[in-house]
């Protein structure tokens, strides 16, 4: 097994491992520690394994992008992830501070190993996320599943401070549920998410209105019509964000294609990284960009620009959007209609599919 850190320099930064002394590097520095020294201190022969390596690849600075073939070991020795990486280990662990988990999903179905993405690692997500039992949130992720498998549609509704209710209308076309469970049993190649934990739908079909908090705090309206975000509209924050979105979507609108849809199934502490926080029970989280490595028909080269392939989470909950409620979340499937979430809460649907297995 080997473990994947990316730098913005990653041939200078990995070089006799440097970047320990130097201030910042949070995710790396958690990486060496508890992972690369961990391995290192007896848990490679306690577990049957050989290896332990540290790589460093260029970071992308945006979420699911392809990686660039170039790596360096910790000797500053320049490698090639095709050639020396990819073919020669079973397990890979990246440890990022951006999402790779669409392009090692893609490759590990080429060269066949298995491996985990914890993009965002931080002692939180150490403390809770990853120190929990993975074949009880296995269980509970298919438990929720099969309440929700087959959907034919999923609505919600967000109520914003000004009183008004928007409505997100997602077509699943009854397709099979999906779930991010954290388990790569066997020697089926396969990439997790960690931490894990939720249910998640591709969705065929997608209009209405959403609300967007962008990083820069500014709040907008989002409008969707056949499954693509078309414009932008200011609540409040910065005009100029909401300029800068809007000609995004106009010159590659395939930017905009609505490719996932996604609920929680972890009771867990706030991390204050997506990659925990959109696992816990009572959030819903939709993405844009890319969905390939979901099953999905959105592929890296159907965009303009390398860079616009991303496949980016917006997630939906009281810590990260305090000025968006989540009134209501439905289900149809059929006849039959279910309300999943009321107010960032699971309701009794839900926590009796949760229950029914215990």
Do not use: W
């Given at each position: 097994m080997c473990i994947l850190l990316a730098f913005d320099d990653p041939a200078e930064c990995i070089k006799d491992l440097s970047f320990l002394n130097h201030e910042g590097f949070p995710v790396q520095k958690s990486a060496h520690r508890h992972f690369?020294?961990?391995?290192?201190?007896?848990?490679?022969?306690?577990?049957?394994?050989?290896?332990?390596?540290?790589y460093a690849y260029r970071c992308t600075h945006g979420s699911n992008l392809d990686l660039a073939d170039d790596v360096w070991d910790t000797?500053?020795?320049?490698?090639?992830?095709?050639?020396?990486?990819?073919?020669?280990?079973?397990?890979i662990l990246c440890i990022s501070t951006f999402s790779a988990t669409a392009p090692l999903t893609a490759k590990c179905k080429t060269y066949g190993f298995r491996g985990a993405t914890l993009h965002g690692?931080?002692?939180v997500i150490l403390n809770s996320g990853l120190a929990v039992n993975y074949h009880e949130v296995s269980a509970d992720a298919e438990r929720l599943r099969l309440a929700l498998t087959k959907a034919d549609s999923v609505?919600?509704?967000?109520?914003?401070?000004?009183?008004r209710v928007l409505t997100a209308w997602l077509g699943l076309g009854g397709q099979e549920a999906q779930k991010s469970h954290g388990l790569c049993l066997g020697r089926t190649p396969d990439i997790a998410n960690l931490p894990a934990g939720e249910v998640y739908f591709v969705p065929c079909d997608a209009r209405g209105q959403f609300p967007m908090k962008y990083e820069d705090g500014t709040l907008g309206v989002l409008d969707v019509e056949n499954r693509c975000i078309i414009r932008s509209t200011l609540i409040a924050g910065n005009p100029a964000t909401i300029?800068?979105?809007?000609?995004?979507?106009?010159?590659?609108?395939?930017?905009?294609?609505?490719g996932e849809l996604g609920l929680g199934t972890q009771v867990l502490p706030v991390a204050g990284a997506d990659i925990q926080d959109e696992k816990i029970l009572g959030t819903c989280h939709l993405a844009t960009g890319r969905d390939d490595h979901l099953g999905g028909d959105i592929l890296p080269a159907m965009f303009k620009k390398h860079e616009n392939s991303t496949h980016?989470?917006?997630?939906?909950?009281?810590?990260?959007?305090?000025?968006?409620?989540?009134?209501?979340?439905?289900?149809?499937?059929?006849?039959?209609?279910?309300?999943?979430?009321?107010?960032?809460?699971?309701?009794?649907?839900?926590?009796?599919?949760?229950?029914?297995g215990r």
């Open positions: 690369y020294q961990g391995l290192r201190q007896g848990a490679l022969d306690a577990l049957g394994m050989t290896g332990g390596e540290m000797s500053g020795r320049h490698l090639s992830l095709e050639h020396d990486i990819y073919p020669k280990y079973d397990l690692l931080n002692d609505e919600i509704d967000f109520a914003l401070e000004d009183g300029t800068a979105h809007n000609h995004r979507l106009t010159d590659d609108p395939m930017t905009g294609t609505i980016d989470d917006i997630l939906f909950a009281p810590h990260k959007t305090p000025n968006f409620n989540i009134r209501q979340v439905r289900m149809k499937r059929g006849a039959q209609e279910e309300i999943l979430i009321e107010n960032f809460r699971p309701c009794r649907y839900l926590m009796d599919a949760l229950a029914g």
